[in-house]
């Protein structure tokens, strides 16, 4: 599969419209989980959707919104994708990488590096295929701020 300045399969225009159609499946997907639009999130994710989460393997649209839907009633989280990039893409599907931040009102701020696949499904949209999470970091839930002194012991 060419990668996005390779591919000599679509025209250019081909090729960005993909693109963006691809970041909005994205986009759409946390928009949808952070506001508790289940619905359009689960729109942006394909029937054979893969997608690892907290150690379980989701299959489909109802496996992983059942998964989403047992979060706290009082955690709110809001998803921060960055530095998106279609790393290889033809005709029928795509891979992008991004950046993601996870902020979470009850328990810290950890930040994931994702993997997406996409595919072209029937009718003409692009789901998310697989999404493959790596938590980068995150912060303890003493630190106040990354700059700030740490506490004196004693």
Known sequence: MPTFLENAVMSPSESHAQVTACHQSVLLFYHGLDRGDYSL??????????????GVLLRGPQQ???????????????????NFAVLRQDAESATAAYCLALHLYDNGSP??????????EPDHAWRIRQLDVQRAFSYSREVISPLAQAPRQG
């Open 41 to 54: 999130a689960m729109k942006q994710v394909a029937p054979d959707c893969l997608w690892e989460r907290g």
């Open 64 to 82: 992983i919104e059942a998964s989403v839907r047992r979060r706290s009633a009082t955690q709110v989280a809001r998803h921060i994708v960055s």
């Open 111 to 120: 930040l994931a590096d994702v993997t997406c696949q996409f595919a072209l």
